[in-house]
Nanobody
């Protein structure tokens, strides 16, 4: 599976961005997918994820109520709608996919098998 993330950019605090991730090579059907982010000098952190059956997404506490994950299994796409962005949301955002990850490992970067190349989100104050 190849993942291609896009949609990053520069936005003022309080603004919104929508990131997209497209899977190719193999359909994302059957894969759990997620978004991670990595700020400069920090470890990669889990933002949110959703299983292929479109069960309720799970989110990191830091983004709950502001970010929304959605997926289109027919199109093999994964989106991240980010509202009320804050400077601390500045990071490179990555999409990830795995066919075998278990729920307890969703937040563990090393547990994911496929990664997109990342897209930079910069939030100015």
């Amino acid at each position: 599976v190849q993942l291609q993330a896009s949609g990053g950019g520069l936005v003022q605090a309080g603004g919104s961005l929508r990131l997209s991730c497209v899977g190719s090579g193999r359909t994302l059907r059957g894969y759990t997918v997620a978004w991670f982010r990595q700020a400069t000098g920090k470890e990669r952190e889990f933002v949110g994820g959703i299983k292929w059956a479109n069960s309720n997404p799970v989110y990191a506490d830091s983004v709950k109520g502001r970010f929304t994950i959605s997926r289109d299994n027919a199109k093999s796409t994964l989106d991240l709608q980010m509202n009320n962005l804050q400077p601390e949301d500045t990071a490179v955002y990555y999409c990830a996919a795995s066919a075998t990850i278990i729920s307890s490992n969703l937040g563990v970067p090393s547990a994911w098998h496929y990664w997109g190349q990342g897209t930079l989100v910069t939030v100015s104050s």
